[in-house]
């Protein structure tokens, strides 16, 4: 149903999967069943989302094979530290009833706290431990990725970072393609901001999709894996058709030119929230 990516630990993940942000932790079993059940195979959670057990009883739910799921969490900000993170991922399996995930991150480099490498170094060891499969970061900019890999000499597989159209992280993606780190879009349908945009219309009209699988598949043909959410079933379908029409170099092209470098969320080098 999906493409796979490879990572640089050898092992893969699926090019496109759903996130599970602000889904109410009420819902989250049955969201992520429901996701699972139409197709999806890489579901991303984290600590602070507050949801980890629907995640993990999503999954049980789905009846799927537990190793036919790639699953991502995250280290929280006010879990950073070497100690601190080891028991943060140690809580996150509990919540999730799992024994390992697929994929952790460090959520965001907090570089005013000074511990993100201390944090890695946890990430590290949880790895040789067996307790997460892959290894990587999120929202982390070309300083903290150099630090991170010049100090340990281990490259993280991937980094989530927020891209989409107004958002295209260009300089970071080179950065990300020369060290084989996998790129992962936050918020790929960037609050639905450049729906309107003139390339996004024209290729929604020759293709006959929607704007948000136009931007959808254009993360796809930049080589990013991609996590959008919806909580509705009709939402969830929908982002799964991706992978049965492209877009043109032209249409491409339109839309690297709607790059405005506006953020959704967060600038990483200041964000700090605990
Ligand atoms: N690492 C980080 O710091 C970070 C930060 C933010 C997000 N994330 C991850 O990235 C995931 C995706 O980001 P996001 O949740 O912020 O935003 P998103 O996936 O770009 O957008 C979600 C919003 O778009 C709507 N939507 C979904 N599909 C749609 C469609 N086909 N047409 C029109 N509207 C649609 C959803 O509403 P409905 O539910 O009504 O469909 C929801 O309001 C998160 O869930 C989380 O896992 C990570």
């Known amino acids: 149903m999906t493409q796979m990516l490879s990572l640089s630990d050898g092992r893969q993940i699926p090019q496109l999967g759903f996130g599970l942000w602000q889904v109410p932790a009420s819902s989250t079993a049955e969201t992520t069943a429901t996701a699972l059940r139409l197709g999806y195979r890489l579901v991303d959670g984290a600590a ?51 024994t390992h995930v697929d994929l952790l991150l460090v959520h965001w480099p907090c ?27 999120s929202n982390f900019q070309e300083p903290h990725l150099e630090r991170i890999i010049g100090e340990t000499g281990v490259t993280p597989v991937l980094n989530q970072v927020e891209i989409n159209p107004r958002l ?16 992962q879009s936050w918020t790929p349908l960037g609050q639905g901001l450049s729906f309107d945009a003139a390339p996004v219309q024209a290729a929604a009209r020759r293709t006959g999709r929607t704007p ?44 690297a030119s709607l790059d405005t470098g506006e953020r959704c969320g967060p600038d990483p080098a200041r964000f700090e929230m605990s």
């Open 48 to 98: 602070i989302y507050g949801n980890e057990e629907g995640q993990g009883e999503g999954i049980r739910r789905s009846g799927l094979p537990r190793e036919d799921i790639f699953v991502t969490t995250k280290v929280w900000n006010s879990d950073q530290g070497f100690d601190k993170a080891l028991r943060a991922a140690e809580s996150s399996l509990k919540r999730l009833r799992l």
């Open 111 to 137: 570089p005013s706290k000074d511990l993100y490498l201390e944090t890695w170094r946890a990430l590290i060891r949880l790895k040789e431990d067996g307790k997460a499969l892959s290894i990587g970061v």
């Open 168 to 183: 295209q992280q260009s300089a970071l993606r080179a950065f990300h393609a020369r060290h084989g780190i996998v790129t």
């Open 212 to 255: 948000a699988q136009v931007v959808l598949r254009w993360h796809i043909q930049i080589g990013a894996s991609v996590i959008p959410r919806s909580t509705r079933e009709a939402g969830l379908l929908e982002n799964l058709a991706l992978f049965d029409f492209s877009l043109t170099e032209g249409e491409m092209a339109a839309i």
